[in-house]
């Protein structure tokens, strides 16, 4: 007892700064897929690819046959991929962040198979897959 009284203030940051480490891990909401998945269901034509970057950034480069909706149009744009709710939604933006609020309102619309790409375009390039432009 007298350990952790004379060592509060270290117990305390070592605390923090755990919590500080899992943070990211408990904020990702939703399902996430890897790059490898991904490429299958776009390989079996189980998916639908939709970017949620900025016009701007989806012209740079982009995944093959992805849709560009970007995030703030969604809610009124997410009624065209309404003959789409078969199959897997997967949502892209540069680094998955964008991507994730935008599965919530997927989910919220009643698609049932939402998916996030894990690390986004950013990890896309990293591995060298390819771009369409």
């Not at 203030?9 to 500080?20: D, K, M, P, R, Y």
């Not at 809610?75 to 935008?102: F, H, M, Y």
Request: glycine residues 10%; hydrophobic residues 45%; proline residues 4%.
């Amino acid at each position: 007892m007298k350990f952790i009284i004379d060592n509060i203030w270290l117990i305390g940051i070592a605390l923090l700064s755990g919590g500080a480490l899992l943070w990211p891990n408990l904020q990702r909401r939703g399902r996430t897929v890897s790059l490898l998945q991904a490429t299958q269901l776009m390989n079996q034509g189980k998916s639908v690819i939709v970017d949620v970057r900025e016009p701007s950034e989806f012209a740079a480069g982009h995944l093959r046959d992805a849709k560009n909706i970007p995030l703030k149009e969604l809610p009124n744009r997410i009624g065209e991929l309404e003959k789409s709710k078969a199959k897997t939604i997967i949502i892209v933006c540069q680094s998955g962040a964008r991507s994730a609020q935008a599965a919530s309102q997927f989910t919220k619309a009643g698609f049932s198979d939402v998916a996030s790409l894990e690390g986004g375009q950013a990890a896309w390039q990293a591995q060298g897959l390819p771009l369409a432009k």
